[in-house]
């Protein structure tokens, strides 16, 4: 990088959004099922201004605890420094250029042209050295557990590790684990516990417990199986939260993501059958203890083919 913080090399600016925006896409990172907050809008933490436009869904969709970012220069002025191995995040702006046109009078010679720019910001925990007394402190509230929805995640034989290393929620097949951003982030207690019961159905495909289809196999964003297995997460969280008795609340955003996915399968109402049959299935795993899973009578329905 140069001396001000611009990389060196010439690259289009409107490419380097579109791909980072196509990437979170591509991932499959659904925005209206993000019941958490992220750090408020982010803003600079020295000027306190806050970014707009497109630089607003750039930084956001970083999911940083506290939004507030740094750069470089700013970052020195503190005494602080970048963490190793971190790498800044591109903020783009519009630079006004004055050029000059031979052909008109001289008085209207100079015509101002705007250029797309872009320079690099750094999120506040990427730095060390930063003073205290210049970090906002947090403002998310100290988080209380609903007992009928810890009851039914401690109650699960055979679960799988739970974490809160990042600020996204997700399984993770290979390694058997559940991430989930911290609980006194989310906006209710009730949407906490909506999206962990999702991402636990998920886990319910893993091979040591249903060996589901869509969970043992590496399948693509947008294909039936996937789509299939987010409709059986979203339906066996429905399930749950209605035993745990924090529904309709929680409700109310399945339906819209439930909606989303049937659209991605056409309507399709076969799909939507099995889906809440395995659904119905992966909510017996979780709530009933092996030997009563012997007694259970669910509903049978013919494997999902892939496509």
Request: charged share 25%.
């Amino acid at each position: 990088m140069n001396e001000n913080n611009q990389p060196s090399e010439k690259k289009d600016v409107y490419t380097i959004v579109t791909d980072q925006v196509m990437a979170q896409l591509e991932q499959g990172i659904i925005p209206w099922r993000r019941p958490w907050t992220d750090g408020h809008m982010p803003t600079n933490l020295i000027s306190k201004r806050p970014y707009r436009g497109i630089n607003l869904w750039l930084l956001t969709m970083l999911h940083y605890d506290q939004n507030y970012f740094l750069t470089y220069r700013q970052i020195q002025e503190l005494g602080g420094t970048v963490k190793r191995g971190e790498s800044g995040h591109v903020v783009v702006f519009w630079k006004v250029l004055n050029t000059e046109t031979e052909d008109l009078p001289e008085e209207e010679t100079a015509k101002k042209h705007a250029v797309l720019r872009y320079y690099m910001v750094f999120n506040i925990s990427q730095c060390e050295g930063i003073p205290e007394d210049k970090v906002p402190p947090s403002d998310a509230q100290e988080f209380e557990p609903l007992l009928e929805c810890e009851s039914i995640i401690q109650s699960m034989h055979n679960p799988p590790a739970l974490q809160s290393k990042e600020n996204e929620a997700y399984y993770h097949p290979g390694k058997d684990f559940i991430n989930m951003p911290k609980a006194k982030v989310f906006k209710t207690k009730e949407e906490y516990y909506a999206v962990l019961f999702h991402e636990l159905i998920h886990s319910t495909g893993h091979e040591s417990r249903l060996k589901r289809e869509g969970v043992q196999q590496m399948t693509p964003f947008g294909s039936t199986v996937y789509s299939t297995e987010e409709l059986i997460a979203e339906i066996g969280s429905c399930y749950l939260t209605h035993v745990a008795g924090i529904a309709p609340k929680p409700l109310v955003n399945s339906v819209a993501y439930i909606q989303g996915w049937l659209e991605k399968l056409q309507n399709n109402k076969r799909i939507l059958i099995y889906a809440a049959s395995q659904a119905q299935k992966a909510a017996d795993y979780i709530l009933i203890t092996p030997t009563e899973q012997t007694t259970v009578v669910g509903i049978e329905t013919e494997e999902l083919v892939s496509e």
